[in-house]
């Protein structure tokens, strides 16, 4: 499988808390504590080695691992529910490992992200590509669930006609019938996923699934954690460095976060990256035949907004019967922002836009919710997004606060503010506290961990992984100059042998090393 078909199969579940058409929450996660604090209770103060006496039977659970999917071995593991009382209930997280080809050195956790994307997935569908023949050949690649992402105690929300349904619908979030309206649709889908899902659904919070990464190493047999995290879980890799950063191994935390940003800072910072990234591929197609859009860069972003204006006021319908409403519009046109390999099929899909069919902005849209053509949707990432970020992040749900912010968002991003506002409103009836405390991490103590930022990335801002590499003591920061999100598996040579020399070579690149 190319590699560009594995990224846009992890990738897409970023902007998928659009369903219901109130405004995304932002893509970065906080700790439920500040990471670098440390996490035992005073129940676990008796420790056998370095591990609490209380989770000893979770750290040493014998693991079968059968084999699975074609020359993939998948394997359970039990964790605590919750591990300040990790007797009183228990979870299973699923794993798949890919067995090394050569003088193995070790097992590498991986994270696609999201919050609510699959590793098995990535794995399984992408890990005999996606991963360098000299990576694969020192490491067994393991991806696992997270807990409360789909084979992991999956949560879930809407089934596929109510997601439909959710898409369908805009509101126009500027007027008080239209807010009550969203307010109505958010404790809606809050209700319906409680009804829905299991306990994990309190339970999902960062820094309990980087406790659970601990005892993946543990089962996995390493001293120390491998692990390569992408978007968020660049989040969870350092939130894990910050807890046991003794056991850090080799670390690349690659579309880095900022960890000390709040949800307000994260959306604004997404706000200007998504209208950097616009603003790129309008002037590549500018260059080329098939362009729907002319003249300068800002003339035709002025075009792309005239056009996405008509999706506002009039959600446009396609020959099926289905519609296009302006957030599905404008999240397509993000989406396809997250890979160059997109860019052409944005192209198409705007030029039969600009001529009054919406089929191709659609295509995009339910490629972007993973949604096949008969009407499934092969993952419930929205679920998982909107537990973990509400469990995460401390929302704000005042109304004032809520227009003033969007308001800036508007300002910064005339094309995407109006989908990255709102945030508290998606958490303002969830059943669960938020703990989470924007903070920086130090990781203190912690190997070279390597920090990778992508000079043009729109989700994850480069000045994002320039602020994880200042925070991490040990980080030192690798860049791409190019386009999209995240840059292993799709950027050049260059980065792609620094990645993997730095995990099979044990060679640490330079400070300042760019490709």
Request: glycine share 10%.
């Amino acid at each position: 499988m190319p590699a560009g078909k594995l990224r846009r199969r992890t990738l897409r579940r970023m902007l998928l808390a659009t369903a219901a058409g109130i405004a995304a929450l932002a893509l970065g996660s906080c700790s439920v504590l500040a990471p670098d604090t440390p996490v035992m209770t005073s129940a676990e103060a008796d420790t056998v080695g370095d591990v609490p006496a209380n989770l000893m039977d979770f750290y040493t659970q014998a693991v079968t691992w059968s084999s699975c999917n074609g020359g993939f071995q998948c394997a359970e593991v039990n964790v605590p529910l919750t591990y300040e009382k990790p007797q009183q209930a228990t979870i299973k997280l699923s794993a798949i490992r890919l067995p090394a080809t050569g003088k193995r050195l070790g097992a590498m956790l991986v994270n696609p992200g999201g919050p609510g994307a699959s590793g098995v997935n990535m794995v399984k569908d992408g890990g005999k590509s996606y991963f360098s023949k000299k990576l694969r050949g020192a490491y067994d690649v393991v991806g696992f669930d997270p807990r409360g992402v789909q084979r992991s105690e999956g949560v879930q929300c809407l089934d596929a006609a109510q997601m439909d349904a959710a898409r369908q619908v805009d509101f126009d979030m500027s007027t008080d019938a239209g807010m009550a309206a969203a307010e109505a649709e958010a404790k809606s889908q809050t209700k319906l996923c409680e009804k829905n899902s299991g306990p994990v659904l309190g339970h999902m919070d960062t820094v309990s699934s980087a406790r659970d990464m601990d005892v993946l190493r543990a089962v996995l047999g390493d001293k120390q954690l491998n692990y390569m995290g992408f978007s968020y879980g660049t989040k969870l890799g350092a939130t894990y460095a910050g807890l046991f950063p003794q056991r850090v191994g080799k670390f690349s935390l690659d579309g880095a976060l900022d960890p000390s940003l709040d949800i307000d800072q994260v959306s604004l910072g997404q706000a200007v990256g998504f209208e950097n990234a616009l603003r790129a591929w309008v002037k590549n197609c500018l260059g080329t035949s098939e362009c729907p859009v002319s003249g300068t860069v800002d003339d035709a972003v002025a075009q792309i907004r005239a056009l996405q204006s008509i999706y506002v006021q009039t959600p446009q319908r396609t020959s099926e019967g289905r519609v296009v409403t302006g957030t599905e519009f404008t999240g397509a046109i993000a989406f396809t922002l997250y890979s160059t390999d997109l860019w052409a099929p944005l192209a198409g899909a705007l030029k039969q836009a600009f001529a009054g069919d919406a089929s191709g902005m659609l295509t995009l849209a339910d490629f972007s919710a993973d949604r096949d053509s008969d009407g499934k949707y092969n993952t419930d990432t929205p679920a998982a997004f909107t537990a973990v970020n509400c469990l995460d992040y401390p929302m704000n749900s005042d109304l004032t606060h809520m227009r003033e912010e969007a308001a800036k968002l508007d300002q910064a991003s005339p094309t995407f503010g109006k989908i990255l506002g709102y945030s508290g409103l998606s958490c303002k009836f969830w059943p669960f506290p938020a703990t989470g405390k924007p903070a920086p991490i130090s990781a203190a103590g912690a190997g070279p961990i390597l920090v990778v930022g992508t000079t043009g990335d729109p989700a994850t801002p480069y000045e994002w992984a320039q602020a994880m590499a200042k925070q991490l003591d040990s980080a030192v920061l690798v860049t791409w100059n190019g386009e999209g999100h995240t840059a292993y598996g799709r950027a050049n040579e260059c980065l792609t042998q620094t990645v993997d020399d730095y995990f099979v070579d044990g060679k640490v690149p330079a400070a300042g090393t760019t490709c």
